[in-house]
Each structure stands twice: as C-alpha cells, then as structure tokens.
C-alpha cells in the first residue's frame, strides 16, 4: 500500500493499492523530492473520468511501469476537485506546451514544482501515434541525468507563461453592449441541434440563464432569446444525455444530437441545469419545464444525498469496467421490463427503438416522437400520454436497479454543493406543488446546516468532506457558492441564520481573497504557497469564484445597503468586460451579474404581524413571475436585530402586512393589498 489510505478523496483511494509509491499532494512529497534531487511525476484526474481509469489499468497498475515511476520519480497523485488550485496551474501549463489539456492530466516537475514536460492520457504501448508511458519514464528520467540544464530553462520559460497577468479595467458594461453579446450569443446558436458548438457538445447553463433573464426584460431581442433558450433546453432533455429513466443529467454529449453522452453525472451540472429548466417553467408555465426540474431534483436527492445532508460530487461513467453499461439497453431488455405488450409498442414508438439500437448494438434512450405526435398515433389524450410514459419509466428504473451500479464520488465540495443549494432553495420558493416545495425546502436547510456546521469545523470554512474527515484548503468558489446559496435560501424561509452566515462568510472572504487591483484570487492570502497564486476569471463546467462573488457582493449590497459591497463587485465587473465581450460563452456568469448590476434590481421588503395570513398571499406575487434582479426580505414586526438593513424603520400600513418595493434608489409607497404590488411590480 502506498500514502493514500488516509484521503478523503474517492479518487485518491483507488490509486491506494497500485504498486506505485503514490504520495498525495503533501510537504512530505515536496521535501522527499528536494532531497532525493529527482523530479515529481504529478498526476492529477477524478473519480468518474473515464480515460483516468483507463491509464490507470493500463499503467499505474503494471508492475514494471511503476517501478520505473517509483525509481525515477516522486510520484503525486492529486484529485482536481479537491485541489482547483493545482488543477489550474498544471492545466495552464499543458495546455501552453501542447496546445490541449484534458483528465488524466500528467505533468512532470522539477522539485521546485516548475512544469518541463506536460500531457494527458499516456498508452502503455506506443499506440494512437503516441509514445507508450514506459519511454515517455525513462526518456524524461535520462534528460533529468543528462540535461537538467535544459529541462530547468524549459520550466522557467512555461512559469513566465503561466504567470496571471495584472487584470486592467476595460471598461463598464452598459445596455449596449450587453444587447451586443446577445446578438453574438444568437448567431452562433445551433438551430439544427440545439446548444452551441460542435461534437463533443455541453450544455451551456450559464448562457441560457443569462438568456432567460435578459428574456423577461425590455430587450427588442427578447422573443428570439427566449426561443433559443427553449430549443436549447428541450434538445437536451429529449433522452440521450439526460436520462428518460431516473432524471439528471450527463456531463456532455458526445455527437452534435446530444444522443450519445459522456455518461458520468456530475453534481454541478445537475444543480445548474435544473435551475434553468426550474427558471423556464416560470416564464412559460409549460408543464415540460417542471417535469425535468422535479425529476433531475428527485434524482439528486435520491442517488447523490448523504444522510447528514450533503450532496455527493458523482456518479461514474463506467460500471462492470464499461462505459455506459449500467444505462443502455436491448429491446429484449426492455420489453421484458415493461411486460405489457401494448406499453411495450407505445414505448418502442415513442423512442424509436430497433432490434439492432442505435449505439455499439444498444440503445440509448432518446425520444423519437413528442407527446403530442403519440397522442395522434395512439390517439390518446395529452395526460394519459404522460402517464403511459411515467409507468414505463417507472418498470425501466426498477430494472435497472438490479444491476450493478457505476461507482459514487462520496466526497462533498462546497462550492458544488453551494450550487446545489441555490437551486433546491429556488425550486422550494417557486413550484406550485406544496409536496415537493416541502420536500427540496427541508433538503435545502439540511444542506445548508451540515455546511455550516461538518464543513465548517471551528468556524473554519473547508473545500472537502468525506466520512467525517475535511480537507484544510478552501477557495475563493467555496465561500462565493455558498453564500449565494444561503442567501437564496434566506429568500425562501427568511431564516436569519441564514443571511447572517452568508453575510459572515462574505467578510471573511473579503478579507482572504481580495486582490488590491480588483476581483479575488482563488486561493487565500494565508493558504500554501504555491508556483503561483490563480486567479481565474473565465467561467468553465462552473462559474468562476470570480464571477459567483460578483455575484454575491451585488446581492449583500440590495439587502444591506453596504456601499463597500457594490464597490467590490463593480470593480471586478471592469476587469472582464472586454474578454465577455469577445467570448460570450467563456464568461456567462458575469454577463448575469452584469446585467443585475446594470439593472440595479428591486429591492423588497415584506414586514407582517405575526399572525397576518395576508403576508403569503403578498409573498405568492412577488414570487408568481420570474424576477431574476429582485432581492426579498421578510419578518414579522418588529424585526429582530440580525435581519437584514432592508427590513429596518419600515412599519406596518394600517396595522396589516405591508410591503415596501424600492427600485433604482427610490422606494414607492407602502402596499398593503395585492392590487397595489402587482401594479407596483
């Protein structure tokens, strides 16, 4: 065994018996390289990446490859959820020597951490047209013999690459060019599919959240937003990359019909795609919309939930050492599930399936026909179409849990789990089932209790949890998803706690993170010193620290009144102003808080007695539309000390709940019925 068994990382632990002397990323593996004067063989991957198991069978199991690592190298074994940090700077690296980056990501360097040579997926065989690992070893190990002068140039010269360059302000968004964003986010728009780009295919969240908001405002473009939007979210969720059977989504779609996908499931994706499906639904009230938020939601809490409230990081691609296998079927399989014979013909209608399937002689799951083209064909109405599908889905699913399962990523991050939060906090508020408000509200206040308190030792925010044990980093995206998950949680409860925790954690992130010339750095001023400090701008798989503690500081700023708040996060909206301009998809999530900065939002206030059933009533419209640049508040009166400034010297109309909307710094007058608010929102 090597010096993994103690990790909390999944990954880490199933490199915990290779034969190769794996080190986690420690000041023991540093010192042990500097003193033994050899380089470090970092390797850095997840638990539910396909090509990581895959080198890992291949090469970090074979006994004679490993003693050539072990001879040669110090060998680090590092997993890029737990440690962003490392997996930015080593990702820059590669990708400024070859051109592309990717998982498993295999970076050597000197022991002054400096990155000479850099790559990604290895063969055990010279196969691919690229080099087997064992010449990649033994090659590196006679240049460290012969050539140390060369490779030390090298690493110099990749470091003064890497090295951030000094954010500049370029500018101030405007209306302007923001309606100029838009119409580059249309024209690159996949009409044929849906999505943006070609094979392989993500889904781009963020683009269509900032899509739906700027759908619901004054913008002359808006119908074509909103159907862009739209296609975007029905392409996805006819089958394929989401799953028909259980709900969730995978990370990506391998073709350009987002039929074939990378199967594995990752936690931020399903937190940020249901939320559009979630924001969706309210603008259009199609019943579609809800039924994929519920479902995904559903699928959330019962296959990536710890029983203390913490939601898992993934589910694995591969199960029996296959990708996709615990997901596709045959016909035979599937009419053996679904039993009735006329189910049966109805189903293989409605997805199109033949003997020989439509992937490897299997057959993912992808719709063929819509509802309303098998109410034709079966001529059934609308709602008993929904519920034949139910019924399948419901007999496909038990079958399915017979077989082996693909492995879970147990380990809990806080910033997806923050992401996570936000959006069981939303669909709480927001959907008018009261089964299931109740039932993603009590999810959402666990979460945020066990976040507070397990991953939060001694009042001491941490990146990682697994079976009771936390990791010691922490980033600046842990503490801004976070807090902008308590604070939409707060919206839904009005529970103090809440907002006092998301107004603590935003200090004390102001306080780590910030960097003088604007925006935050992603590691802590009192973290480990590493090769550099990142601080990445860009939105990637998820929204940038940057970009969520914009984000956040503009909320605190609508609820407290604090000027420093707003200063902050308009400051760091300078910094990207001319790299969103240019690269839309790339920065999604500031284009978002740019466009609640712009709008400056509305602020409202809801004060009650504390019996008045009135307030809810109040509550009920102001949350019956979606309002995306909109903070509330609420308290029976008088409010408590820790309640927001929003609530304070705002008394009661006539004795009866009143509700105060301020807009653009000024506040109208008190509304106490529901005709008032409507008119005055």
Same mark, same amino acid.
């Given at each position: 065994?090597?010096?993994?068994?103690?990790?909390?990382?999944?990954?880490?632990?199933?490199?915990?018996?290779?034969?190769?002397?794996?080190?986690?990323?420690?000041?023991?593996?540093?010192?042990?390289?500097?003193?033994?004067?050899? !380089?470090?063989?970092?390797?850095?991957?997840?638990?539910?990446?396909?090509?990581?198991?895959?080198?890992?069978?291949?090469?970090?199991?074979?006994?004679?490859?490993?003693?050539?690592?072990?001879?040669?190298?110090?060998?680090?074994?590092?997993?890029?959820?737990?440690?962003?940090?490392?997996?930015?700077?080593?990702?820059?690296?590669?990708?400024?020597?070859?051109?592309?980056?990717?998982? !498993?990501?295999?970076?050597?360097?000197?022991?002054?951490?400096?990155?000479?040579?850099?790559?990604?997926?290895?063969?055990? $065989?010279?196969? +691919?047209?690229?080099?087997?690992?064992?010449?990649?070893?033994?090659?590196?190990?006679?240049?460290?013999?012969?050539?140390?002068?060369?490779?030390?140039?090298?690493?110099?010269?990749?470091?003064?690459?890497?090295?951030?360059?000094?954010?500049?302000?370029?500018?101030?968004?405007?209306?302007?060019?923001?309606?100029?964003?838009?119409?580059?986010?249309?024209?690159?728009?996949?009409?044929?599919?849906?999505?943006?780009?070609?094979?392989? =295919?993500? !889904?781009? !969240?963020?683009?269509?959240?900032?899509?739906?908001?700027?759908?619901? *405002?004054?913008?002359?473009?808006?119908?074509?937003?909103?159907?862009?939007?739209?296609?975007?979210?029905?392409?996805?969720?006819?089958?394929?990359?989401?799953? $028909?059977?259980?709900?969730?989504?995978?990370?990506?779609?391998?073709?350009?019909?987002?039929? $074939?996908?990378?199967?594995?499931?990752?936690?931020?994706?399903?937190?940020?795609? #249901?939320?559009?499906?979630?924001?969706?639904?309210?603008?259009?009230?199609?019943?579609? +919309?809800?039924?994929?938020?519920?479902?995904?939601?559903?699928?959330?809490?019962?296959?990536?939930?710890?029983?203390?409230?913490?939601?898992?990081?993934?589910?694995?691609?591969?199960?029996?050492?296959?990708?996709?296998?615990f997901y596709v079927w045959t016909k035979e399989e599937i009419q053996k599930a679904i039993a009735d014979d006329s189910d049966f013909e109805f189903f293989v209608t409605a997805y199109g399936i033949t003997e020989s399937g439509n992937w490897e002689g299997k057959t993912?799951?992808?719709?063929?026909?819509?509802?309303?083209?098998?109410?034709?064909?079966?001529?059934?109405?609308?709602?008993?179409?929904?519920? =034949?599908?139910?019924?399948?889905?419901?007999?496909?699913?038990?079958?399915?849990?017979?077989?082996?399962?693909?492995?879970?990523?147990?380990?809990?991050?806080?910033?997806?789990? *923050?992401?996570?939060?936000?959006?069981?906090?939303?669909?709480?508020?927001?959907?008018?089932?009261?089964? =299931?408000?109740?039932?993603?509200?009590?999810?959402?206040?666990?979460?945020?209790?066990?976040?507070?308190?397990?991953?939060?030792?001694?009042?001491?925010?941490?990146?990682?949890?697994?079976?009771?044990?936390?990791?010691?980093?922490?980033?600046?995206?842990?503490?801004?998803?976070?807090?902008?998950?308590?604070?939409?949680?707060?919206?839904?409860?009005?529970?103090?706690?809440?907002? =006092?925790?998301?107004?603590?954690?935003?200090?004390?992130?102001?306080?780590?993170? #910030?960097?003088?010339?604007?925006?935050?750095?992603?590691?802590?001023?009192?973290?480990?010193?590493?090769?550099?400090?990142?601080?990445?701008?860009?939105?990637?798989?998820?929204?940038?620290?940057?970009?969520?503690?914009?984000?956040?500081?503009?909320?605190?700023?609508?609820?407290?009144?604090?000027?420093?708040?707003?200063?902050?996060?308009?400051?760091?909206?300078?910094?990207?102003?001319?790299?969103?301009?240019?690269?839309?998809?790339?920065?999604?999530?500031?284009?978002?808080?740019?466009?609640?900065?712009?709008?400056?939002?509305?602020?409202?206030?809801?004060?009650?007695?504390?019996?008045?059933?009135?307030?809810?009533?109040?509550?009920?419209?102001i949350r019956s539309d979606f309002r995306p640049n909109i903070v509330v508040a609420s308290s029976s009166y008088p409010p408590s000390t820790d309640a927001p400034a929003l609530l304070i010297d705002r008394p009661l109309k006539e004795g009866t709940s009143t509700v105060?909307?301020?807009?653009?710094?000024?506040?109208?007058?008190?509304?106490?019925?529901?005709?008032?608010?409507?008119?005055?929102?």
């Amino acid at each position: 065994m090597n010096h993994l068994a103690n990790s909390t990382s999944p990954y880490l632990l199933q490199h915990a018996h290779n034969p190769v002397d794996w080190y986690p990323w420690s000041e023991e593996a540093l010192v042990k390289a500097r003193v033994e004067d050899k !380089p470090i063989f970092l390797s850095i991957g997840y638990a539910a990446c396909h090509w990581c198991h895959v080198m890992a069978h291949e090469s970090f199991e074979n006994p004679e490859i490993a003693q050539i690592m072990n001879d040669h190298f110090i060998c680090i074994k590092v997993d890029r959820e737990e440690r962003p940090d490392l997996d930015s700077i080593y990702m820059q690296a590669t990708q400024a020597m070859t051109g592309s980056g990717g998982w !498993p990501m295999s970076v050597f360097l000197t022991p002054d951490l400096k990155p000479f040579y850099t790559g990604t997926y290895f063969p055990p $065989v010279r196969r +691919y047209n690229m080099p087997s690992f064992k010449e990649v070893l033994l090659s590196l190990a006679r240049a460290w013999r012969e050539e140390r002068g060369e490779i030390y140039r090298v690493g110099g010269q990749v470091v003064e690459h890497i090295i951030p360059q000094t954010n500049r302000a370029s500018g101030a968004f405007t209306q302007q060019s923001l309606e100029a964003v838009t119409k580059s986010i249309l024209d690159a728009y996949d009409w044929g599919y849906g999505g943006w780009g070609d094979a392989p =295919k993500f !889904p781009q !969240p963020m683009t269509i959240e900032f899509l739906l908001r700027r759908a619901v *405002g004054d913008s002359p473009a808006r119908e074509n937003m909103l159907k862009a939007a739209l296609h975007a979210l029905k392409s996805m969720a006819r089958g394929g990359m989401y799953d $028909v059977v259980a709900g969730g989504f995978a990370r990506y779609s391998t073709d350009n019909s987002w039929r $074939v996908p990378h199967f594995e499931k990752m936690l931020y994706d399903n937190a940020q795609l #249901s939320r559009a499906y979630l924001h969706a639904w309210q603008i259009t009230r199609e019943p579609f +919309y809800k039924h994929i938020v519920i479902e995904t939601l559903d699928f959330v809490a019962r296959e990536m939930t710890h029983s203390k409230g913490g939601f898992y990081s993934s589910l694995d691609a591969d199960s029996e050492g296959e990708e996709g296998k615990f997901y596709v079927w045959t016909k035979e399989e599937i009419q053996k599930a679904i039993a009735d014979d006329s189910d049966f013909e109805f189903f293989v209608t409605a997805y199109g399936i033949t003997e020989s399937g439509n992937w490897e002689g299997k057959t993912i799951l992808q719709r063929a026909l819509d509802d309303a083209s098998l109410a034709a064909r079966f001529e059934l109405d609308l709602e008993r179409v929904a519920d =034949k599908l139910s019924k399948c889905h419901s007999k496909l699913l038990a079958a399915r849990d017979q077989r082996i399962r693909p492995g879970t990523d147990d380990k809990i991050l806080t910033a997806w789990n *923050g992401l996570m939060l936000e959006t069981f906090a939303e669909a709480a508020r927001f959907l008018d089932d009261k089964q =299931k408000s109740d039932q993603y509200l009590l999810l959402a206040t666990r979460n945020a209790d066990f976040l507070l308190t397990a991953v939060r030792p001694n009042g001491k925010l941490r990146r990682a949890w697994r079976n009771g044990n936390t990791t010691n980093e922490v980033f600046l995206e842990d503490y801004a998803a976070l807090i902008n998950g308590l604070l939409e949680l707060y919206q839904t409860d009005f529970n103090n706690r809440w907002f =006092k925790a998301a107004q603590e954690l935003t200090d004390e992130m102001i306080l780590r993170f #910030s960097d003088p010339s604007g925006g935050f750095f992603d590691t802590p001023n009192d973290g480990e010193t590493l090769l550099i400090r990142p601080k990445d701008i860009q939105d990637n798989a998820t929204p940038s620290g940057n970009a969520l503690a914009c984000e956040a500081l503009l909320k605190l700023a609508s609820f407290t009144d604090k000027g420093q708040y707003r200063d902050l996060a308009e400051k760091a909206l300078s910094l990207v102003v001319e790299p969103a301009l240019r690269y839309p998809l790339a920065f999604a999530r500031w284009l978002s808080a740019a466009d609640y900065a712009l709008d400056n939002g509305k602020q409202i206030a809801v004060l009650y007695e504390a019996e008045d059933k009135n307030a809810r009533a109040l509550l009920d419209v102001i949350r019956s539309d979606f309002r995306p640049n909109i903070v509330v508040a609420s308290s029976s009166y008088p409010p408590s000390t820790d309640a927001p400034a929003l609530l304070i010297d705002r008394p009661l109309k006539e004795g009866t709940s009143t509700v105060y909307v301020c807009e653009n710094f000024v506040c109208k007058s008190p509304a106490n019925t529901i005709e008032e608010l409507r008119q005055q929102l």
